[in-house]
C-alpha cells in the first residue's frame, strides 16, 4: 500500500517535471540570480576601528549552505569560528557551512584595519 502511493507520486512527479520544466527551472534560476551578499560597515572609529560584517541569503526560496568569502589574512582570532571559520589563507566559511534560511542574515563584529570579503562559492538546497 505504502509502496503503491510512493509509485504513484513518483509519477506525479515526473509527470509534473515534463509538464511545467520552466516552473522548476525558473525556481532554480531565481536563486541563482540571488547571490550571497557580504555587507560592512564600520560601528567603531576607535583604533583598531570596528566593522560589522552582515552575511544574507538573498534568495527567498532556498536555504544556502557552505558559503565560502574570499578573506584575505582574515585572523581566527577575530571572530567566533561557528561565525566565520578560517579554513585556509583567503579562504573562510560562514555558519560551519551549515545553511542560512532564505533571506537569513548572519552578523559579526571585528575590530581590525578593515579586511576586504566576498563570497567565493556556495550551493542552493533547492538546486
Ligand atoms: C556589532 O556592533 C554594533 C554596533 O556597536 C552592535 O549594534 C551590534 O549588536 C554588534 N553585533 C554583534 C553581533 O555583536
Known amino acids: 500500500m505504502k509502496m503503491q502511493k510512493q509509485r504513484v507520486l513518483t509519477f506525479l512527479l515526473f509527470t509534473a517535471s515534463l509538464t511545467f520544466p ?20 564600520q560601528v567603531g572609529n576607535g583604533y583598531p576601528p570596528k566593522f560589522m560584517v552582515e552575511v544574507q541569503n538573498n534568495c527567498p526560496m532556498c536555504p544556502v549552505i557552505n558559503i565560502h568569502l574570499k578573506c584575505g589574512g582574515f585572523p581566527q582570532a577575530l571572530v567566533n569560528p561557528r561565525l566565520l571559520k578560517v579554513v585556509a589563507p583567503d579562504d573562510c566559511v560562514v555558519n560551519g557551512g551549515l545553511p542560512l534560511s532564505p533571506l537569513q542574515e548572519i552578523s559579526f563584529n ?6 576586504l570579503m566576498h563570497p567565493s562559492s556556495w550551493s542552493f538546497q533547492c538546486e
Open 110 to 115: 571585528y575590530s581590525h584595519q578593515k579586511f
Open 22 to 41: 520552466s516552473l522548476i527551472h525558473s525556481l532554480g534560476a531565481k536563486c541563482a540570480a540571488n547571490a550571497p551578499s557580504v555587507q560592512q560597515t
